[in-house]
């Protein structure tokens, strides 16, 4: 790989970060099934990903959605019962804020049929400051609702809460990346408000909020609630892949913001991205460049799982690839 396409992988990496106001994850109570992650095509511009399925032994990896140059398809989440993925599908690969792209969220069947756009459609003559850009998809632990972070135009609506297909949507606040409690009476979420990034969690009405994580942690990347109720997981420190908070970790804290526990001890440029429980809540699923296959000059995430307390890491994906944001699913 020359030089100009690892810059463009790292640029692809940058994207995500920018249509991140992203993913959180609501990881519901069972047996472990399968992995959903995010794949970067190595090609110049325009961007290309796509959703892949693999077991977590990196066995039976299949892709899932198929996409044309300038399309990426990201953040995706599973249904409590295996039977959906739910997915943001990006066109023009410019982030959620700009009005040259906009974001939608879909849902699919795993074996890569039953697509379906459950995001309104944008009549032309709307104009795309009217227009609605949904990211950041997670199915309730019932599989009842899907919470997802709404823009319209260049400005952030907030959390918002709506049915399956995304009809009756109701704000919560203001707030990126949700995720539920496993009983689905709560949410956690990223904030930055005054320039300072931090997880909060509040009922599912909005009410009760308050902050979990310390400031100095610059944490609100990716929180995943653990299927027991006890924890919550977050990324530190993750704004981007061409600047020098790339030294992120994983952290665990409990949902009244005591007991502050540090998973992942990497040290220099890390990219982590995505952690989310298993099922069983014995393991985690992320992604990072340290111990990642990357042609020379490239620095591309792959997927890995470890222990729950934060042993035992081990590759998933060992593509020369950008594969990340990934979802532990149910045995379906």
Known sequence: MNRRRALLIMSATAVCAAFSATLSHATAPGPNGRIAFQRYRLHDSPLQAEIFVVNSDGSAERKVTHVSPGTIDGESHWAPDGSRIVFQRCQGAKGAESSASRCLI??????????????????????????????????????????????????????????????????????????????????????????REAVYVANADGTGRHRVTPWRLRAG????????????????????????????????????????????????????????????????????????????GASLTDVFIMSADGTNIRPVTRARNWDGEADWGPRG
Not at 249 to 278: A, E, M
Request: net charge positive; aromatic share 10%.
């Open 221 to 296: 990347d990716h929180p995943d609630w653990s299927p027991d109720g006890t924890r919550i997981l977050f990324n530190t420190g993750v704004t981007g892949p061409a600047g020098s908070d790339n030294q992120g970790n994983l952290y665990t804290v409990r949902p009244d913001g005591t007991g502050l526990r540090q998973l992942t001890h990497f040290r220099g440029v890390s990219k982590l991205g995505n952690g989310s429980y298993s099922p069983d809540g014995q393991s985690i699923v992320f992604s990072t460049i340290v111990g990642a296959v990357n042609p020379p």
């Open 106 to 195: 879909w849902s699919v069947r795993p074996d890569g049929r039953g697509l379906r756009r459950l995001s309104p459609s944008c009549h032309r003559a709307s104009g795309p400051a009217t227009c609605v850009f949904d990211i950041s998809p997670v199915y309730s632990p019932d599989g009842r609702r899907i919470a997802f972070a709404r823009w319209r135009g260049p400005k952030l609506v907030g959390v918002m809460v709506a049915d399956t297909n995304l009809q009756h949507a109701r704000r919560v606040g203001l707030g990126w990346e949700p995720g539920w409690s496993p009983d689905g009476k709560r949410l956690v979420f990223g904030w930055k408000p005054a320039n």
